[in-house]
């Protein structure tokens, strides 16, 4: 499973005079094109074996790099990856040798530099969501983390009950439930000030809560405003039965997987109504392909909404970070611009990089037309003559 702290250590990576090989590939859900896989992939193994011999490299940085290729190599004929794309860094030399799993945004390309590339997989990973998914009764609860597609448990408590700790037979039946229920709020807040440490650690920005119908309502009512403002949904499940128990996670993850899925279509929708009606009103919106390069371009964006699949070649100025759908120079430096297959992909980088948000959309007739539209922090300067 992917961890905050796998990428962190991609991310802050040095390879102290030695070169780091990031490698990105799509990977079909279709079988049936595997063998395109091998291609593509051997091919860019290709590009860049001439610098495994280049005397201009230093003999250690050689000996890495020809490891990298080698261990690519190896683990493209094993071949387990699941369909979507696939980010490899390595630096054989420094013991660094990582695969990310992305979902399908990522273009094929390979790199060797003095740093890992990551900004293909920092865009793409920036829309998913770290779910925490908690399933809690009134006196134990089991905490789960859902990234990507994996569920793994990060904790569990179990509180005080009336039942453990009456001994007094003497209690009125009053004074029991009274005596119990002091006990489920005391466990709520136990549970919630665990879930508060979770949040407050990064550990998740969607919380999904699954119980008795009867005791959800009671434990929400307890979570502070900072926790309840991330719940996505809630389920209801028997926390202590013996169903629950046996194939119990698998129809927890299957459960938190629906809220999830409803949650995105509806923020998805939210999304592009709410830049559609700004578009409308002449206010902080975009929409087209040519505005939303040209807002990218200025650091404009705030939330990009594209929609899913969408691709389109264009040009991309490396200098003044200038994008475009056309032109060999660019207008804002007159320097030569570099030709790329997805300039989409590029602006998708160039909004995460500004501390923007990607969105994909799956399903929008409106935003069908635009391909991409965007919310902006502030409205562009008009773009300079013939750039668009
Ligand atoms: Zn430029």
Redesign the pocket.
């Known amino acids: 499973m992917l961890t905050a702290e796998t990428v962190d250590r991609i991310v802050r990576f040095d390879g102290r005079n030695l070169p780091v090989t990031s490698l990105y590939a799509r990977i079909d859900a279709d079988p049936g094109r595997r063998e395109d896989l091998q291609v593509r992939v051997s091919s860019m193994l290709d590009q860049i074996r001439p610098l495994a011999k280049d005397g201009g490299l230093g003999h250690d940085a050689r000996l890495s790099l020809r490891a990298d290729i080698a261990r690519i190599k190896e683990a493209l004929a094993e071949e387990h990856w699941r369909p979507g794309a696939v980010a490899i860094f390595s630096c054989s030399g420094r013991d660094l040798y990582e695969e990310v799993v992305l979902p399908q945004l990522v273009g094929d390309r390979v790199l060797v530099d003095a740093a890992p590339y990551v900004r293909p997989m920092l865009t793409a990973l920036s829309e998913l969501h770290r779910a925490c998914v908690v399933l809690v009764d009134r006196a134990s609860a089991r905490v789960w983390e859902i990234y990507q597609d994996e569920m793994r448990e990060l904790r569990s408590i179990r509180d005080k009950t009336v039942r453990n700790s009456i001994h007094d037979e003497a209690l009125s039946e009053y004074r029991i439930r009274n005596k119990a229920d002091e006990y489920a709020k005391r466990h709520y807040r136990n549970v919630a000030r665990m879930l508060e440490e979770l949040l407050r650690a990064g550990g998740f920005d969607l919380l999904i809560i699954g119980g008795h119908d009867y005791e959800v309502p009671a434990f929400t009512e307890l979570m502070p405003p900072d926790l309840r403002a991330k719940v996505a949904g809630t389920f209801s499940a028997e926390p202590g039965s013996a169903g629950w128990r046996r194939g119990g996670v698998a129809e927890i993850r299957a459960r938190a997987g629906a809220i999830l899925a409803q949650y995105e279509r509806q923020a998805e929708q939210r999304l592009v109504a709410g830049i559609s009606s700004r578009v409308l009103a002449g206010g902080l919106g975009a929409a087209g392909l040519d505005t939303c390069l040209w807002a990218g371009s200025v650091a404009a964006v705030q939330t990009l909404a594209i929609l899913d699949g969408s691709q389109e070649p264009g040009v991309v100025?490396d200098?003044?970070?200038?994008l475009g759908l056309t032109g060999a120079i660019?207008p804002?430096?007159?320097?030569a611009?570099r030709a790329t297959p997805d300039v989409i992909a590029e602006l998708a980088e160039a909004v995460v990089a500004d501390g923007g948000q990607i969105r994909h959309v799956a399903d929008s007739d409106w935003l069908t037309d635009y391909l991409v539209a965007a919310e902006l922090r502030f409205h562009a300067p008009p773009p300079p003559q013939g750039s668009v």
């Open positions: 100025c200098q003044s970070r200038w660019c804002l430096c007159q320097g611009t």
